[in-house]
């Protein structure tokens, strides 16, 4: 079992940066996969990116390519998620998650463990 505290969320100018962090608790944090989602005011909570245990293969869904980055510190057991050129779009609450073995890691049922979130919040 493991558990999951975000940080790093905030308010922020469109076109600026936050890095998230996710600190992990329990054991083998190194055999999970991790994933970060997203869940704006009144729509579902959707995948963000992910990255696999081991060679630590990176996801990432289309809307946030080339701006966002998941990293991982298997000492430290955190994962982490900068994000730059901010967007007003991209203003949810994020949430850290974890499975040792998601199958669909874009699939928010795949994961068992959750954080609380963090709020980010970008203005225009």
């Known amino acids: 079992q493991v558990q999951l505290v975000e940080s790093g969320g905030g308010l922020v100018q469109a076109g600026g940066s936050l890095r998230l962090s996710c600190a992990a608790s329990?054991?083998?944090?190194?055999?999970?996969?991790m994933g970060w989602f997203r869940q704006a005011p009144g729509k579902e909570r959707e995948f963000v990116a992910a990255?696999?245990?081991?060679?630590?293969?990176?996801y990432y869904a289309d809307f946030v390519k080339d701006r966002f980055t998941i990293s991982r510190d298997v000492d430290k057991k955190t994962v982490d998620l900068q994000m730059n050129s901010l967007k007003p779009e991209d203003t949810a609450v994020y949430y850290c998650?974890?499975?040792?073995?998601?199958?669909?890691?874009?699939?928010?049922?795949?994961?068992?463990?959750w954080g609380q979130g963090t709020q980010v919040t970008v203005s225009s």
């Open positions: 329990g054991r083998a944090f190194s055999a999970y996969v």
């Open positions: 990255i696999s245990r081991g060679s630590g293969r990176t």
């Open positions: 998650a974890a499975d040792f073995d998601p199958g669909d890691y874009w699939r928010r049922g795949e994961y068992d463990y």
